[in-house]
């Protein structure tokens, strides 16, 4: 029995060797993953997503490639042309280069490996040089307008680099820009300046637009009163001639006639006067024809009350 046990662990160790060596030899690649094979230390060949296999001890797996699109943010100081030194937060996506060859030492996945160690920190510097080339030429305000197109040109400077060493740079963002706090409070002061200015401007142009709105209303008012009083006297002119052709066809005389009109419009006043005047009693002369030098009397005696209160 003892002999037998002795026989049987070295045929269990060979077996467990070969389950050790073929469990080894296969693999399977994830999706939105590209392994690298090395045979020997020497790169063999790439394989994609799926079941694979590879030769025990010959051929390792040298590297597992992300193809997926990944982000670094980074912080970087620049001067502006007027002398303002910003930060800028700025983020760079990019991913492994999904091209491929028939030489596959040339395919993005092959660069990505052996041609560059540090992708994030290489690409941070070709950022920091083109921001800090691309910045000085413009003024503040300047960036501000024109930090998406700063950004585009940026990002198509380092994307030529970059290829070289299997990485594709999706986009380049500036996300926000930094001052100092004494130009920001500068800047505040300066906004609220002009909104402060465009309100009273607004405010001066509602006062003119109500102004000019009014002179019209009040042209327009007196235009049509004048119609009114034009209208007014035509027809006061028509019925005094009227009248007087009524009286005339009486066989009154014409002095008579104008006698007796006048008389009327002066009782007509006088009856108006007493409903609609404060005073209740009107001293009147004896005579009708002494009312003629009524308005003159009327004017003397203003002239001198005015002198009196002055």
Known sequence: MMSFLFGFIPLVIVLLIVAILV??????????QEYIIERFGRFNRTVIPGLHFKIPLMERIASKVDLRTRQTTMQIDGKTKDNVTITMSVAAQYHVSYDRNADMTQSGVFRSYYMLANPEDQMRAYITDALRSAIPNYSLDEVFDNKDSIAADVNSTVAARMV????DLVSTLITSIGLPPDVEASMNKINSAQREKEAAQALADADRIKVVVEAQAQAQAMEESGRGIAAQRTAIAQGIASSLDVIKESGVSTQEANQLFLFTQWTDMMSLFARN????????????EQTSSMFDQLLVAKKIKDEEEA
């Open 23 to 32: 469990t080894g030899s296969i693999f399977v690649v994830q999706q939105q």
């Open 164 to 167: 070289g060493y299997g990485y």
């Open 277 to 288: 005047g404060k005073s209740s009693t009107v001293v009147l002369p004896s005579d009708f």
